[in-house]
């Protein structure tokens, strides 16, 4: 799939720059998914594990902190893959429209400061790729870092493969 295209600000920014909606659906043309995956966008496990910890490479988990840290309901597995930053993907949003992306001067600071630079290689994950694919699509279209893919397996896969450590900073409240 090589045509792809985000509509910045989702549906209510198309709504209010009052372009035409409609409920009824055209349907898809037929077509075939790839056999084999793009590299350029995408990470098997294997290789993620292979790049893991190497100089100039940042795993970078997007999910917020607390499911990173291991302090949530969420997983059955807590934690983080070891060595990965976090870097929540609502960070990039507008406050007041979570389906807009913040132009770049006004999170570049906070990149810079993550280590998510263009001479970096990145590698994205999350829950299950939805929220680490809107960062892999920032920092590679919006921020111009040229080397970041997307461990498209992301935690759910990581964490049940058990014989893969995971990292837990499992806080409490006092």
């Known amino acids: 799939v090589e ?24 349907g898809n043309p037929p077509g075939t998914l790839p056999e084999k995956m793009n590299n350029g966008i995408a990470i098997a496990i294997d290789e993620l594990l292979a790049l893991k910890g190497k100089p100039g490479v940042v795993m970078v988990d997007a999910r917020p902190k607390n499911e990173y840290l291991g302090n949530d309901e969420i997983w059955l597995r807590k934690g983080h893959i070891p060595g990965a930053i976090n870097f929540h993907w609502a960070r990039l949003m507008a406050s007041d429209n979570t389906h ?25 994950y999350c829950g299950t790729s939805r929220e680490g ?36 900073k499992v806080t409490t409240s006092r």
């Open 3 to 26: 045509d792809i295209r985000i509509v910045d600000g989702g549906l209510p920014g198309w709504k209010q720059a009052k372009l035409p909606v409609t409920q009824e659906y055209f």
């Open 100 to 124: 807009q992306f913040l132009p770049l001067d006004k999170v570049q600071e906070d990149l810079d400061a993550a280590g998510l630079t263009k001479d970096k290689e990145i590698i994205v």
């Open 133 to 168: 694919s809107l960062l892999r699509f920032y920092l590679k279209h919006v921020a111009g870092c040229p080397n970041v893919r997307l461990y498209e397996g992301s935690w759910k896969e990581y964490a049940w493969k058990k014989q893969h450590p995971a990292e837990v």
